[in-house]
């Protein structure tokens, strides 16, 4: 039974691939706007690496596609979508303001917990209303879950990266800082920072291959898609994946 469905899906996805052998395709140059965000995205001189940067290469590797990158803050990385400056993005979650100028096309990367990190005692987080009070550390642009993107109620505290964020948590800038559980951990971990999670959380949503509504890239969604489901079939997505929960479980 799993030889004829491996067998099925490989019908479905080849005559996709099959098309990439035109020079359009092959000479296909796409522009990734990412911001360092370890160990989803790492962008920093010369590497460029990370859980969602290396998914992407090897779904770029299977359509012949030449990856260029260019690193800015989240934010700034929204902005050069709309103006049109990169073709994809790597990891947004998606919401309506967005799907206005990216299409998400496949929900390549894992779901991840919301956590709040704390250092003092009193800041620990053990409902939604905790949250009310505190100054809390947000990456500028990112969103998090609808109640607390909505929450106008709540004083939030933006940065440019999650670095950044557990450093002003350290100097008493901000009281609480929401990340992404890997991406948290990765921040704590990096600096030797003695910060603890609190039990309130928020379920994580899949993330997306994003593109630009106004890129050409866009035209080739089917072949994302297509490339995805094979690297996923050949269990290379699943390594990767592993690959990154044990290096920040170390």
Known sequence: MRVFTVALLMALVC?????????????????????????????????RTGLYVDIFEEIADRLGWKVLYREAPFRRVLRMVQQGE??????????????ELMEFVA??????RRLFFYLSKDH???????LYGRAIGVLEGASYFPRFDNDEKLLKEPAPR?????????????DVVIAPEL?????????????????FFVPGERSYIAVAKNSPVLQYAD??????????????????????????AE
């Open 15 to 47: 005559p996709v691939l099959a098309q990439q052998g035109t020079e359009t395709v092959e000479g296909l140059t796409v522009t990734v706007g990412a911001n360092h965000a370890p160990p989803y995205r790492i962008i920093q001189g010369g590497e």
């Open 86 to 99: 990169v073709d994809v993005m790597l990891g947004p979650l998606e919401t309506q303001e967005r799907a």
């Open 107 to 112: 929900p390549a990367f894992p779901p991840e």
């Open 162 to 174: 999650y670095e950044n964020l557990m450093l002003m948590m350290q100097k008493g800038r901000v």
């Open 223 to 248: 072949d994302i898609r297509a490339a995805l489901k094979l690297i996923e079939m050949e269990g290379i997505h699943e390594d990767l994946v592993l690959k990154y929960l044990d290096r920040v």
């Open 183 to 199: 991406v948290g951990l990765y921040a704590v971990e990096e600096l030797g920072l003695d910060v603890e999670v609190s039990p």
């Open 124 to 130: 620990r987080i053990e409902r939604y209303d905790d």
